[in-house]
T-cell receptor
Framework: DARVTQTPRHKVTEMGQEVTMRCQPI?????VFWYRQTMMQGLELLAYFRNRAPLDDSGMPKDRFSAEMPDATLATLKIQPSEPRDSAVYFCASGLDSDYEQYFGPGTRLTVT | QKEVEQNSGPLSVPEGAIASLNCTYS??????SFWYRQYSGKSPELIMSIYSNGDKEDGRFTAQLNKASQYVSLLIRDSQPSDSATYLCAGGYGGATNKLIFGTGTLLAVQP
C-alpha cells in the first residue's frame, strides 16, 4: 500500500519544548515537501528536498525550525524551542523527480500550550 | 510574489447539481494546475492534474485551464453529499523546482 506515513499523528507540548515530526515518503519517491496548514494562512510550504538534498527552505523560520533527510526513507522536521504560534497541522508530501504531483501524508496535529 | 486565489466559499449546491469552482493565478508563469480535495480533518488528496489549455475530464470531474487568462476551474457534475469538502487549487511554475503554490481553498457544501 503506497502512502506517505507521518508520526506522531497528534502532539501536545508545552512552550519551549522540542518537537520532532517524522515522515516516510512513498517508496521510490525522491522529493519530500513539508507544509504547515492553519486556518488563517492555509497551506504553506516550509521546506523541500530532492534526493535528500534541501532545495528550498525559504518558508521556514530558521531560528527555530530545521528539516533533514537522514536517509531516503525518513524526513524529519524539528522545532526547538516550540511556541504557541507553531500550533498547526504539519503535512509531509512526496513526489517523483520533477513531477508536480504530490501525495500527502495524514499530517501531525501540533498543539503548543 | 506568485499567488493563487480562490473564493473561500462556502459554495452551496443541491445534490445532483453542477458545482463550479474557480481559481486564478497572479501571473502567467503557471505551467500546470492541480486540484486537491481535503475533507475536514484529513489531508489533501490529488484529484486532477491539468497541463494543457482546454478541458480534461475524469469521471464526474472536468478541469478547464486557460493559461493566457491565468484561470482554471473545476466542474463537478451530479454533485453528491460526499463531495462536500474543501477544494484546493495549486499551480506549478516550473523552473528548477517542482514546488506548488496553493490557494487557500473553497469550501463546497452539497445539500441532500
Amino acid at each position: 500500500d503506497a502512502r506517505v506515513t507521518q508520526t506522531p499523528r497528534h502532539k501536545v507540548t508545552e512552550m519551549g519544548q522540542e518537537v520532532t515530526m517524522r515522515c516516510q515518503p512513498i517508496l521510490g519517491h525522491n522529493t519530500v515537501f513539508w507544509y504547515r496548514q492553519t486556518m488563517m494562512q492555509g497551506l504553506e510550504l516550509l521546506a523541500y528536498f530532492r534526493n535528500r538534498a534541501p532545495l528550498d527552505d525559504s518558508g521556514m523560520p530558521k531560528d527555530r525550525f530545521s528539516a533533514e533527510m537522514p536517509d531516503a526513507t525518513l524526513a524529519t522536521l524539528k522545532i526547538q524551542p516550540s511556541e504557541p504560534r507553531d500550533s498547526a497541522v504539519y503535512f509531509c508530501a512526496s513526489g517523483l523527480d520533477s513531477d508536480y504531483e504530490q501525495y500527502f501524508g495524514p499530517g501531525t496535529r501540533l498543539t503548543v500550550t | 510574489q506568485k499567488e493563487v486565489e480562490q473564493n473561500s466559499g462556502p459554495l452551496s449546491v443541491p445534490e445532483g447539481a453542477i458545482a463550479s469552482l474557480n481559481c486564478t493565478y497572479s501571473d502567467r508563469g503557471s505551467q500546470s494546475s492541480f486540484w486537491y480535495r481535503q475533507y475536514s480533518g484529513k489531508s489533501p488528496e490529488l484529484i486532477m492534474s491539468i497541463y494543457s489549455n482546454g478541458d480534461k475530464e475524469d469521471g464526474r470531474f472536468t478541469a478547464q485551464l486557460n493559461k493566457a487568462s491565468q484561470y482554471v476551474s473545476l466542474l463537478i457534475r451530479d454533485s453528491q453529499p460526499s463531495d462536500s469538502a474543501t477544494y484546493l487549487c495549486a499551480g506549478g511554475y516550473g523552473g528548477a523546482t517542482n514546488k506548488l503554490i496553493f490557494g487557500t481553498g473553497t469550501l463546497l457544501a452539497v445539500q441532500p
